[in-house]
């Protein structure tokens, strides 16, 4: 997976498909996890 994913970026691709990282989450685990850090997510 870290080859697919390093390729994609060597294309210029910076949005990835969320269920292939991750299960899917409620709204307010995706706001605790990733919203609410010092990183945005897009």
Do not use: A, H, W
């Not at 390729?7 to 409620?26: A, H, M, R, V, W």
């Amino acid at each position: 997976m870290q080859e697919q994913l390093t390729i994609l970026e060597n294309l210029g691709c910076d949005t990835i498909q969320g269920y292939f990282f991750e299960k899917p989450l409620p709204p307010d685990e995706l706001e605790k996890r990733y919203l609410k850090t010092e990183r945005s997510v897009q």
